[in-house]
C-alpha cells in the first residue's frame, strides 16, 4: 500500500472528486499485485453508492490522466480478461514498459497475459 503524500494531495486537489477517490483506493493496491478497471468502479461503489459500478471506462480516463504515477500505480491496472491493456494513453512500447514494470514487482505475465487468480488483489 503507498502512503499518499501532502506533494500527491496537492495534484489529486486538482482532479474531480470521483478521479481522487479512485487513485486514492489504487493507492491501496500493493507490489506484486493486480486490480482490473472493473474491480476498481465495483469497490468504489460497494464503499460509497453515490458511484457506479459499471464506470470502468471512467477508470481507465482516471489511469490514463494520474498525476502521481508511478507512485499511485496506474500500472497495476489490467483488463477483465487478464490482458495488461493500455498504459501511457496508448504510447509505443508504453504496454511493454507496463509488462517490465509489472514484472519488476513480481507480476508475471504470459502472452501480455495476467493470471487473475494468482495476483488479483482483494479489497478489504
Not at 17 to 36: D, H, M, N, S
Not at 41 to 50: C, I, P
Not at 65 to 87: A, K, L
Amino acid at each position: 500500500m503507498y502512503q499518499i503524500t501532502a506533494e500527491d494531495e496537492k495534484k489529486l486537489a486538482k482532479l474531480s472528486a470521483y478521479q481522487q477517490a479512485i487513485l486514492r483506493l489504487l493507492a491501496e493496491v500493493p507490489k506484486g499485485k493486480v486490480t482490473t478497471y472493473g474491480d476498481l468502479a465495483k469497490e468504489l461503489s460497494r464503499r460509497d453508492s453515490k458511484w457506479s459500478p459499471n464506470a470502468s471506462r471512467a477508470v481507465g480516463t482516471t489511469m490514463k490522466n494520474n498525476p502521481c504515477g508511478p507512485q499511485i500505480p496506474c500500472h497495476r491496472v489490467i483488463r477483465s480478461d487478464g490482458t495488461v491493456g493500455n498504459f501511457r494513453g496508448g504510447e509505443k512500447g508504453a504496454v511493454q514498459e507496463k509488462i517490465a514494470m509489472l514484472k519488476d514487482e513480481g507480476v508475471s505475465a504470459l502472452d501480455g497475459k495476467i493470471d487473475l487468480e494468482k495476483y488479483r488483489h482483494k479489497f478489504k
